[in-house]
């Protein structure tokens, strides 16, 4: 079975630090390019962070440049999203994604989401 699992999310108070992870089965990391989405309540989905296939190289929303850091174990087909210096804006459930595009067919996997609550 083709999926992702999102773990490590839970409710930390502002300030706090929270690490999710992201494990694949069915399929091998390495090729693809992975994401952490977020959505929060009543608010369109958000991009948070990316990162390449090697994990050269990443990308994040500037709402959480400098706090969140991205990061993939493509031996242990997982990614990881270390979240530091939490605030009340980033409650959201979060969702990662792995992305390719083979022979120029697409292929998009979503995890179901961990919930993230940033509350005092």
């Known amino acids: 079975q083709v999926q992702l699992v999102e773990s490590g999310g839970g409710l930390v108070q502002p300030g706090g630090s929270l690490s999710l992870s992201c494990a694949a089965s069915?399929?091998?990391?390495?090729?693809?390019?992975m994401s952490w989405y977020r959505r929060a309540p009543g608010k369109e989905r958000e991009l948070v962070a990316a990162?390449?296939?090697?994990?050269?190289?990443?990308n994040y929303v500037d709402s959480v440049k400098g706090r969140f850091t991205i990061s993939r174990d493509n031996a242990k087909n997982m990614a990881y999203l270390q979240m530091d210096s939490l605030k009340p804006e980033d409650t959201a459930i979060y969702y990662c994604?792995?992305?390719?595009?083979?022979?120029?067919?697409?292929?998009?996997?979503w995890g179901q989401g961990t919930q993230v609550t940033v509350s005092s």
């Open positions: 069915g399929f091998a990391l390495r090729a693809y390019r």
């Open positions: 990162i390449a296939t090697a994990g050269d190289s990443s």
């Open positions: 994604n792995a992305w390719n595009n083979p022979w120029d067919l697409p292929v998009d996997y």
